[in-house]
């Protein structure tokens, strides 16, 4: 059974601190990894995309990767009242057969406390 | 900015009945999607779809469940016999590459409720 494990949270980040968030997956072969960010009642929301080992920056936003500790994280820096919200990790497939399924983790509350 | 689209977004049903939800994905995306998420659970894949065909599609999508693309923008995702099982959210998504590589863009959702 392949699982994508996140943290439940809530995560509470002051306003302005630096808000990290961890997802480890369980298939060796995936490769790319997504996180989204779901508000609540809303669709997910794609942030960042990753697919190789090491650090993406995105604005406040960094996606660091380590495939052979398969985990991947999410960091928000200057973290804001508007990030407040649920992050979902996301793994694609591994074969080309299944290029589209998108494996989600149960997502990480994050409450940013002014 | 495209964006995905999804009507309705409230759909009420009665146990039984046939319900269609409707997405209309970014233009100029080939692949598809429909995803579910039952309150307070995973986001979970149903179906993948390209080229008029199914490309992949989980254990949820069983015989009740089927997809069209009706004409050049509509993709339709039809329950024939709903269940109270099959209330949740139900999320369109489309990519424009069909590789591992793909960013996969939601819809707003619709929310079905089955009574």
């Known amino acids: 059974q392949k699982e994508v494990e996140q943290n439940s949270g809530p995560l509470s980040v002051p306003e302005g601190a630096i808000a990290s968030l961890n997802c480890t997956y369980s298939d060796r072969g995936s490769q790319s990894f997504f996180w989204y960010r779901q508000y609540s009642g809303k669709s997910p929301e794609l942030i960042m995309s990753?697919?190789?080992?090491g650090d993406k920056e995105d604005g406040r936003f960094t996606a660091q990767l380590n495939k052979a500790s398969q985990y991947v994280s999410l960091l928000i820096r200057d973290s804001q009242p508007s990030d407040s919200a649920t992050y979902l990790c996301?793994?694609?497939?591994?074969?080309?057969?299944?290029?589209?399924?998108?494996?989600f983790g149960a997502g990480t509350q994050v409450v940013v406390t002014p | 900015e495209p964006e995905v689209t999804q009507t309705p977004s409230h759909q009420v049903t009665q146990m039984g009945q046939e319900v269609i939800l409707r997405c209309v994905p970014i233009s100029n995306h080939l692949y598809f999607y429909w995803y579910r998420q039952i309150l307070g659970q995973k986001v979970e894949f149903l179906v993948s779809?390209?080229?008029?065909?199914?490309?992949?599609k989980s254990e949820i999508f069983d015989d009740q469940f089927s997809v069209e693309r009706p004409d050049g923008s509509n993709f339709t995702l039809k329950i024939r016999s709903t269940k109270l099982e099959d209330s949740a959210m139900y999320f369109c998504?489309?990519?424009?590459?069909?590789?591992?590589?793909?960013?996969?863009?939601f819809g707003p959702g619709t929310r079905l409720t089955v009574l």
């Open positions: 990753i697919y190789s080992n």
């Open positions: 779809f390209y080229n008029n065909e199914i490309s992949e």
């Open positions: 996301a793994v694609n497939g591994v074969t080309t057969d299944s290029w589209g399924k998108l494996q």
């Open positions: 998504a489309s990519s424009a590459r069909g590789t591992a590589y793909n960013e996969q863009f």
